[in-house]
């Protein structure tokens, strides 16, 4: 991958570093107290890294094959919903004892890994392999047509109802750690906690391992590659195994959270996992993960830091303006991402 | 000046230019969201609509002609599918049961046509489309969903097919803003002018709240109820410490949470539909609120309770619904709970939409005439016979005034306050 001076990056440095000073400068000079700040930090930090981990399949497979997997939203949601089956059926849902809440909370997700990861093979196979050596956009369009083909299929398992996980995760007034400036609810620091730990296995990974190591061939150059001896095709769904495990895994961190769980569950935390991965610098892995952060802050506390810096109203319902504006300005200061790599030469 | 300096000038210009353009939107977005509270807000109806009878023409133009073998056909625009599809389905199946009853219009049988409208502008008017490709269709029960109205009333008009909503209640939708009331646009339940202005006062007398943080869908219905009950609740001296949409499909509610637990008001006030409602409370309790709770007729459903769990109890709701225990809705009910196998009220609206078929059944015998072996139906003649409807239904007294809304029973509360309490709906003394 292309690495960039520090001169190019320079303006998005000093613009990121410069919006950093500015939120600190707010936080201790306005009506809301320091509290409401962190907590907003900690909201931001925890969708964040939700979106970071999804954001990650999509940049993997962009990485190796070019293409936008946009079925990947989907992915996640049969994890969410593998795990709720493992959840109600294995371990008897609500009614389970405290000492099965850890190892049912471990199996769930390994399930929901499982399911993600058997669901993109067949994906894979039927509908993206045969498309490998047409133009660009068939990929793509058949990507959507699973995405949709996904969503009513389980919209018409559940009859389009509701589904709700367990509640087992402790959750509630209480059920928090005080770090001081404000308390932390034990299923955020699960979330950011296991998010952390499953960025870093996989950043080691991709890094260290052999099959990490033809992953980066392959997504550098995949004819070259096949001539040193790699089984392109085996790294490409390796590739889209990996993406989907850590998405299904992110959909049981999602249902232990926000507890209801539908078909169509997947296509908003998709869609802003994509942007994350595109404001990252599509096909960076590192890229993924702070695009994730940025977008899940610029919805929670950098919503409140214009409303406070500009004096503006913008409610819960400007949220998504806001993250996709971030996204706008980025890519206006860098087209190919705050990480990305120069791509024009390749394209 | 360093080499990147300049290369970037524009750039960070054109950064600034969107800051500015955004910082204008929301600038204007207030402000006509302030005017549209002050126009709506009346809940007297002026009279300023085209006597009965003013169609344009329509004489002989928009006639539906049925076949001997033939049947006339009903449309049914509800949300059939998703979240809501619990709220949709309990207007239909009071359709269904009314279609039924009534029987034959001069020997010719009534068919119930359905097409969902997903409760949100999109699906709006396809299924719009769906139903105006049927033949034989002489009316429609309108969707109950205001954000779907606002949207196909014009295409309606057009078509000369009324629609007798049994659940759409926003100001907006019989008080559009810049022209006359849609003329093929009735509703046999009271708007939120009404049930906003209750909801204030209870909120006030009954729950006693000073403070209040109201949150809300940012369709046409949750809207508009928000800005009817914001308004009375100051105009009762209450501070209404901050105002915050959503837009259908949010689960992660933290952000808001945290902004309202700071705010920490003596109620917060809820103007959407059950599935976000229920997440938002769920993460509200658990974020540490322990204030008071009220919303409208989009949340007081069965699916609410099952999904906001232990966090519902304690939590007020309002629906315009009946309460007089007349024999008609008693035998209602009985039919009702035997036909579909679930309860009438689990969700409101049942029998506001058994009255609007009966609407659209009573206009049809009045006016339908046999032709031979035909049934000729004329649409606008139809649509006169249905705005002089004045019958007792289950749901009330059916009548309607100059812009297609139910007059107001004397006498009979139109709105009625439920609380939550150990898993269910206990009706609360409110007037």
Known sequence: MESTGIKERAPLVIGLAASLLAVLYTAFTTSRDETFWADQFINGITIGSLYALIALGYTMVYGVLRMINFAHGEIFMVGAFAGWVVLREVFGGDGMSDAMIVPAIL??????????????VVIERLAYRPLRHAPRLAPLISAIGVSIFLQNLFLRLTAGRVEIYPRIFPQGPGESIDIGITEVDYIQIFLIGSSFLMMSALYIFVQRTRAGTAIRAVAEDRDVAALMGINANRVIVLTFVVGAALAGVAGVMYGLWLLSIKGTMGFLPGIKAFTAAVLGGIGNIPGAMLGGLLIGLSETIGREWLNELFGLGLGNQWKDVVAFFVLIGILLLRPTGILGELVGKRA | MPHWMTRHVWRMLLVLGLVSLLALAVACGDDDDDDGGDDDGGESPAATTPGEGGDDGGTGENVVTIEEGGTIKVGVTAVLSGD?????????????LAAEQFGQVEGFDIEIVEADDLCDAS????????????????????SICSGVNVT??????????????????????????????????LRTVVHDGVQGVKQAEYATEVLGATTVFSAHDTDAYGTGLMEVFNENFETLGGEVLGTEGWEKGQTDFSALVTTVTTENPDLVYVASFDPEAAAFLRQLRDGGYEGDFLAGDGVITAQFLELAGDAAEGAHLSKPAPKEETDALIAFQEDFDAKFGYAWDEQPYAAESYDAFQVIFDALTATATL????????LDVLNDAMHEANFDGVSGHIEFDDHGDVVATPGKPQIIFSKVEGGAYVEQDFE
């Open chain 1, 107 to 120: 199996v769930a997700m390994l399930a929901a890994a499982a399911a993600s990861a058997s669901a993109i």
């Open chain 2, 84 to 96: 809501l599809v619990a709220l949709g389905t309990t207007v239909r199946d009071g359709a269904i």
């Open chain 2, 123 to 142: 699906g709006a008017e396809p299924a719009a489309q769906q139903l105006l490709a049927e033949d034989g269709l002489v009316a429609v029960i309108g």
């Open chain 2, 152 to 185: 196909v009333q014009p295409t309606y008009e057009e078509a000369h097919i009324t629609q007798v909503s049994s659940g759409s209640t926003a100001v907006a939708v019989t008080y559009p803003e810049g022209r006359d009331p849609f003329d093929t646009f």
């Open chain 2, 371 to 378: 032709d031979g072996t035909s049934l000729v139906i004329d």
